[in-house]
């Protein structure tokens, strides 16, 4: 029944290898594209961003971040010691609190220091461009 095709194995294999080598080369070319974008949007964030300020409230944040830093290294320990779930879960919603919290003096600072400087639209775009990538 088969027979009566004019290809053979060989050919049907050649086609089928080429057809995923053109789906590869695609797949390729369109994470290059992505990378590519995504390249072009951190600069972007870095050029907004371009501009060297004295951040005011640097110590708390560090101090936030330490603090935060050793709420997760005793979550984990409570996991390690199998803690109930629930107590770990409500460890793990006050942890990400603080980091919100966190987030909002950074912010603050960040738009702060845009209407001191007085830049109106640009300060604006750079502190929506901020909130869209902690939003993310």
Known sequence: MFSALPFNNVEIRLVTVMAEEKSLLEYVRRQAELTQQDDKKQQTLQEAHA???NHPNKKKVVNRLARIEGHVRSIKTMVDNDRDCSEVL???AAVRKALDNTAKVILKDHLEHGIE???????LKDFEAAIDQYLR
């Open 117 to 123: 400087k007085g830049e109106g639209n640009k300060s």
């Open 90 to 92: 409500i460890q793990i």
């Open 51 to 53: 501009h060297a300020h």
